[in-house]
C-alpha cells in the first residue's frame, strides 16, 4: 500500500509539471502547496507576488 501512495504522489507531480501548477498535501501536520521546481508553501501562507 505504501508504494502505491508513494507512487500516486510521483504522478501528480508529473501531471503539476506538465500543467504547470501545483500538488497540495499535508506535511507536518499542516497543508502545503508543493511547485514542480521544489517550492513548498504552507497553503494558509499569501504568496509574495
Not at 10 to 37: C, F, R, S
Amino acid at each position: 500500500m505504501d508504494e502505491y501512495i508513494k507512487r500516486t504522489g510521483e504522478l501528480a507531480m508529473e501531471q503539476a509539471k506538465k500543467n504547470n501548477t501545483y500538488i497540495v498535501y499535508e506535511k507536518d501536520g499542516e497543508l502545503v502547496k508543493e511547485y514542480p521546481d521544489g517550492k513548498i508553501i504552507p497553503l494558509n501562507e499569501e504568496e509574495e507576488g
